[in-house]
């Protein structure tokens, strides 16, 4: 499985959307919306843990 670390704080997870949903308390109905407009809208936001 895929490891992710969050730049904004620096947290491993495995689920981007997860993440977002409950660490940063993103709003489900905004998330798709956005990832509808841009697929690659929280790419930027995350990095591959090696």
């Known amino acids: ?3 992710y ?3 904004s704080c620096k947290t491993e997870c495995d689920d981007i ?3 977002m ?3 940063h ?4 109905w905004i998330m798709e ?5 841009n697929p690659n809208t ?3 936001c995350f ?3 090696a």
Request: proline residues 0%; aromatic residues 8%; charged residues 40%.
């Open 1 to 3: 499985m895929v490891k």
């Open 17 to 19: 959307t997860e993440h």
């Open 47 to 49: 990095e591959k843990k």
């Open 42 to 44: 929280y790419k930027n």
């Open 33 to 37: 919306l956005q990832l509808k407009t």
């Open 21 to 23: 949903l409950k660490v």
């Open 25 to 28: 308390k993103f709003s489900k």
């Open 5 to 7: 670390v969050c730049k």
